[in-house]
């Protein structure tokens, strides 16, 4: 039997609040067959959820529009060093330009932070029913391309976080699309799974096979 082909590309999966990295594998599930060659992983989040739930990249617990900011700029430490021993783990130093992140929920909203800071300036990020909530000033680095999904339904972040983000996002310079899918709750979508996977394959610059 002829070996696999060493990863070209890294595609980061980052879960939402109160679960764990295993969560997003049914995605890296969904997208392996269609975007051959790219290696999936999906670390837990650093701290323990808050009610004794799961991981959280960041505590929920008391939290208001005017603290989440601080929360989150609080986590960048933890959440770069998850990131960086995922690229270190997989051989992807010095190779930003094939790392993709994708997030769910609070998940998207550390990529989103990752991006805009300019801390890590990856290929493309996916950002399923999130919000742009970091602190300025924002200083995006590289020519990052990002997709934000978000259900009209959803009833724990509300989609004004995609669009209001999509305009912060593009003030910036930061080439970002979005979609909004209609009556969609607070999860991730089949419809909503084939777009992001689209998404990677060209953000990848390449055509995978079907």
Do not use: K
């Not at 739930?53 to 617990?61: H, L, M, T």
């Not at 305009?167 to 979005?178: I, K, Q």
């Amino acid at each position: 039997m002829p070996s696999r082909p060493p990863a070209d590309a890294l595609v980061i999966l980052l879960h939402g609040f109160g679960t764990g990295g295993q969560d997003m594998m049914p995605l890296a599930e969904a997208w392996e067959a269609a975007l051959p060659n790219v290696l999936f992983t999906a670390p837990d989040a650093p701290f323990a959820g808050d009610y004794g739930s799961g991981r959280q990249w960041f505590s929920i617990a008391g939290v208001t529009e005017q603290s989440r900011p601080q929360r989150i700029a609080a986590a960048r430490a933890e959440f770069d060093r998850v990131i960086a021993a995922q690229i270190e783990r997989h051989g992807f130093e010095g190779r930003l330009d094939r790392v993709v992140l994708a997030g769910f929920s609070q998940g998207s909203m550390m990529l989103l932070d990752a991006v805009v800071s300019g801390r890590w300036p990856v290929a493309a990020g996916v950002a399923f029913s999130g919000r742009l909530a970091s602190p300025p000033p924002f200083a995006p680095a590289g020519d990052t391309r990002l997709l934000l999904l978000h259900g009209t339904a959803d009833g724990v972040v509300p989609p004004t976080g995609t669009t209001e983000a999509l305009v912060a996002l593009r003030a910036h310079g930061l080439a970002a699309e979005g979609h909004l899918f209609r009556g969609l709750g607070h999860t991730i979508s089949s419809e909503g799974a084939v777009m992001a996977q689209a998404f990677i394959a060209a953000s990848l610059g390449r055509q995978f096979a079907r």
